[in-house]
């Protein structure tokens, strides 16, 4: 198959691109369309949203490079978004939608103190630029060899050009469209290239001669080892998901979309499958591709390998753009969850305009693209990175919802010791000696203890 990019890849390339831009360009001149769809989406597109915010370029970029490298076992990537977004579902998925304001830090500013608001915005404002900076760090890394000779930052900044341009007419309206003509499209790309890669590699006799079974030790079980999976990683990344989604700004914002709680919650449900079946199909489909071709210069790159290798003509250009279309759905679901965090914790009412969100936007987009050409370089241990901010508002968050006794000191003290700890895992422990098991078995306990112990000898905090 001619593996070189032609006029029919160019031609599904920007007609499935063209589609989507178009379909996203309603244009919202009102505030409460623009931040929160009116509050009335329905069971499917808040399942379309909620999937392609998840389903990004940066985790879909790392999750195949170790499926490539360790084979089918890589399934346990995956299952992390299957259980942390089920434990979303269980516990505050509900509570979100019954609060339903404009930002999920609104909460620790009416449950605790003001001061407390601003500063758990601050810390989700500077996960979210980790975020989107490793997002489009790996949507210019997929069409880097597509633009042979130009540099890394130009084209990154033509491709964030490009989100921003799509997500600036209707905000989260604009994002919510996009994400429902991308939710379909991917819905029969992925799993045809597993069934694509599965048909030429040989299928399981395939995977079985690529990834002999003595290439890991499973006994005991805390012992069990891959050179690039170990279960030490894969068990700290499960927790760190289950304490750092339930205060994810861009889920919150959709939960305060959803038209009423019981789609809210059934919406989270039915998006955490979905999740882990798209995840999982590329996490297999980069195995057989390791059948095929094991000599790849770089895993990360082995989903658009994929799609220019398995794909025929034009229908590889969709391809593309659908890997494209992941990068923008997710970016800009962050970017909208941003603005309006900076309008509801920050702002006056004048910050909660129309005008005045794109002009949010646009900031947030060169923020991300500085960040990818200066900060980032390995894709999964910097989104992973990102987190620290997050998880040391589990207890507050937690509590806030389904503890009363929770004090405004506990929730500080709590919160301080979180950052801490993560922070100080990464630097004293580091990457290589596996500090996301430090971070994540020892920190989060250490988090809920100081919480609880902090609020059992405080006052308890005043309740708005």
């Given at each position: 198959?001619?593996?070189?990019?032609?006029?029919?890849?160019?031609?599904?390339?920007f007609g499935?691109?063209?589609?989507?831009?178009?379909?996203?360009?309603?244009?919202?001149?009102?505030?409460?369309?623009?931040?929160?769809?009116d509050?009335?989406l329905?069971?499917?597109?808040l399942?379309?949203?909620?999937?392609?915010?998840?389903?990004?370029?940066?985790?879909?970029?790392?999750?195949?490079?170790?499926?490539y490298?360790?084979?089918?076992?890589?399934?346990?990537?995956?299952?992390?978004?299957?259980?942390?977004?089920?434990?979303?579902?269980?516990t505050?998925?509900?509570?979100w939608?019954?609060?339903?304001?404009?930002?999920?830090?609104?909460?620790?500013?009416?449950?605790?103190?003001?001061?407390?608001?601003?500063?758990?915005?601050?810390?989700?404002?500077a996960?979210?630029?980790?975020?989107?900076?490793?997002?489009?760090?790996?949507?210019?890394?997929?069409?880097?060899?597509?633009?042979?000779?130009l540099?890394?930052?130009?084209?990154?900044?033509?491709?964030?050009?490009?989100?921003?341009?799509?997500?600036?007419?209707?905000?989260?309206?604009?994002?919510?469209?996009?994400?429902?003509?991308?939710?379909?499209?991917?819905l029969?790309?992925?799993?045809?290239?597993?069934?694509?890669?599965?048909?030429?590699?040989?299928?399981?006799?395939?995977?079985?001669?690529?990834f002999?079974?003595?290439q890991?030790?499973?006994?005991?079980l805390?012992?069990?080892?891959h050179?690039?999976?170990?279960?030490?990683?894969?068990?700290?990344?499960?927790?760190?998901?289950?304490?750092?989604?339930?205060?994810?700004p861009?889920?919150?914002?959709?939960?305060?979309?959803a038209?009423?709680?019981?789609?809210?919650?059934?919406?989270?449900?039915?998006?955490?499958?979905?999740?882990?079946?798209l995840?999982?199909?590329?996490?297999?489909?980069?195995?057989?591709?390791r059948?095929?071709e094991?000599?790849?210069?770089?895993?990360?790159l082995?989903?658009p390998?994929?799609?220019?290798?398995?794909?025929?003509?034009?229908?590889?250009?969709?391809?593309?753009?659908?890997?494209?279309?992941?990068?923008?759905?997710?970016?800009?679901?962050?970017?909208?969850?941003?603005?309006?965090?900076?309008?509801?914790?920050?702002g006056?009412?004048?910050?909660?305009?129309?005008?005045?969100?794109?002009?949010?936007?646009?900031?947030?987009?060169?923020?991300?693209?500085?960040?990818?050409?200066?900060?980032?370089?390995?894709?999964?241990s910097?989104?992973?990175?990102?987190?620290?901010?997050?998880?040391?508002?589990?207890?507050?968050?937690?509590?806030?919802?389904?503890?009363?006794r929770?004090?405004?000191?506990?929730?500080?003290?709590?919160?301080?010791?979180?950052?801490?700890?993560?922070?100080?895992?990464?630097?004293?422990?580091?990457?290589?000696?596996?500090?996301?098991?430090?971070?994540?078995?020892?920190?989060?306990?250490?988090?809920?203890?100081?919480?609880?112990?902090?609020?059992?000898?405080?006052?308890?905090?005043?309740?708005?």
């Amino acid at each position: 198959m001619d593996q070189q990019w032609g006029a029919l890849d160019a031609l599904g390339f920007f007609g499935l691109l063209a589609i989507v831009v178009q379909y996203s360009a309603r244009v919202a001149a009102r505030d409460q369309a623009f931040m929160l769809a009116d509050r009335a989406l329905g069971l499917f597109p808040l399942v379309a949203t909620l999937v392609m915010t998840e389903f990004n370029t940066s985790t879909l970029l790392a999750f195949s490079a170790v499926g490539y490298r360790a084979g089918p076992m890589a399934l346990a990537l995956p299952l992390v978004f299957l259980i942390g977004l089920g434990f979303y579902t269980v516990t505050v998925a509900k509570a979100w939608k019954q609060f339903n304001r404009l930002s999920v830090a609104e909460l620790f500013a009416r449950r605790y103190s003001a001061n407390l608001g601003r500063f758990a915005s601050l810390l989700l404002l500077a996960a979210m630029s980790g975020f989107s900076a490793t997002y489009v760090k790996s949507l210019g890394l997929i069409f880097q060899p597509m633009a042979a000779g130009l540099p890394f930052p130009l084209i990154s900044a033509a491709l964030t050009g490009i989100v921003l341009l799509a997500i600036l007419p209707g905000g989260l309206v604009s994002v919510v469209r996009a994400d429902v003509i991308s939710f379909c499209v991917t819905l029969v790309l992925l799993p045809t290239l597993l069934v694509v890669g599965t048909a030429r590699s040989g299928a399981l006799g395939g995977l079985a001669a690529a990834f002999p079974a003595d290439q890991l030790t499973v006994a005991p079980l805390e012992q069990w080892a891959h050179p690039e999976l170990s279960f030490r990683f894969v068990t700290s990344l499960i927790v760190l998901t289950c304490f750092t989604y339930i205060a994810a700004p861009w889920y919150g914002q959709k939960m305060f979309a959803a038209k009423d709680t019981r789609t809210a919650v059934t919406a989270v449900a039915i998006s955490a499958c979905l999740v882990f079946a798209l995840y999982g199909s590329m996490v297999l489909a980069a195995a057989h591709l390791r059948v095929l071709e094991p000599h790849l210069a770089d895993p990360q790159l082995a989903v658009p390998t994929m799609v220019l290798h398995w794909l025929p003509p034009a229908i590889r250009g969709v391809g593309m753009a659908v890997l494209f279309t992941a990068a923008l759905t997710t970016l800009g679901g962050v970017w909208s969850a941003m603005a309006a965090m900076v309008a509801a914790d920050f702002g006056s009412m004048r910050v909660r305009t129309v005008r005045a969100q794109r002009g949010l936007l646009a900031a947030f987009a060169l923020v991300s693209w500085l960040g990818a050409v200066f900060l980032v370089d390995d894709i999964l241990s910097r989104l992973i990175l990102a987190n620290v901010p997050v998880a040391g508002l589990a207890f507050a968050l937690l509590a806030g919802f389904h503890w009363p006794r929770a004090t405004t000191a506990a929730a500080w003290a709590s919160t301080v010791v979180g950052i801490v700890w993560g922070a100080g895992a990464f630097l004293i422990v580091g990457e290589a000696g596996g500090y996301t098991w430090v971070w994540a078995i020892y920190g989060v306990p250490l988090i809920f203890a100081t919480g609880i112990a902090v609020s059992l000898v405080s006052r308890a905090a005043p309740r708005e």
